[in-house]
């Protein structure tokens, strides 16, 4: 690769380091919601656990 570039590449690295620490915040918020309210109401007017589950497939950096 060329240096050129190299700070590109970084960027392109922690991006993508970040979205996979906030997948896994995604998936941890999600298992402690449904252990704590179940499949109750989310707040902010969500279908709470239902919709968090759906957030989990959404790519932050496609």
């Known amino acids: ?3 050129k570039y190299w700070d590109l590449y970084q960027l392109g690295e922690e ?3 970040l ?3 906030f997948r896994l915040w995604r ?7 449904e252990r ?4 109750k109401r ?5 279908s709470g ?6 957030m ?3 790519v932050l950096f496609p």
């Open 42 to 46: 989310g707040t902010g007017g969500t």
């Open 15 to 17: 991006l993508t380091d």
């Open 27 to 33: 998936f941890r918020h999600v298992t402690t919601v």
């Open 49 to 54: 656990v239902n919709y968090l589950k759906k």
């Open 36 to 39: 704590v309210i179940g499949f």
């Open 19 to 21: 979205e996979d620490a």
């Open 1 to 3: 690769m060329s240096q």
């Open 56 to 58: 989990l497939d959404v």
